[in-house]
């Protein structure tokens, strides 16, 4: 059974930083693409951030590109988001989601398992 499961949520003033980790277990880690999707209140789902399998690329969504950097480490089976320079507009539910590969445009729907989601808030 495929488990992703988030921590590192919780509140935090504008400009601040929070690092969200995603556990997984039950996939081959290495041979995985494993991306973070957010959803704020009232919207539909975002694709932020994606790190293909060992090779270990790369890409962000436009929103968070600068600011959010994803990392892996396979010793472990844990994807990292970093989040710097947390702004009002980053308040959001925030999955971990794998997938086979990254898609070159970060579209949710890509994803085939999700994890229950970690909420971040970002005070003004």
């Known amino acids: 059974e495929v488990q992703l499961v988030e921590s590192g949520g919780g509140l935090v003033q504008a400009g601040g930083s929070l690092r969200l980790s995603c556990a997984a277990s039950?996939?081959?880690?290495?041979?995985?693409?494993i991306g973070w999707v957010r959803q704020a209140p009232g919207k539909e789902r975002e694709g932020i951030s994606c790190?293909?399998?060992?090779?270990?690329?790369?890409n962000y969504a436009d929103s968070v590109k600068g600011r959010f950097t994803i990392s892996r480490d396979s010793a472990n089976d844990t994807v990292y988001l970093q989040m710097n320079t947390l702004k009002p507009e980053d308040t959001a539910v925030y999955y971990c989601?794998?997938?086979?590969?990254?898609?070159?445009?970060?579209?949710?729907?890509?994803?085939?398992?999700w994890g229950r989601g970690t909420r971040v808030s970002v005070s003004s």
């Open positions: 989601a794998a997938a086979s590969v990254c898609a070159e445009v970060l579209d949710p729907s890509a994803f085939i398992s």
């Open positions: 790190i293909s399998n060992s090779a270990g690329i790369t």
């Open positions: 039950g996939i081959t880690f290495d041979n995985s693409a």
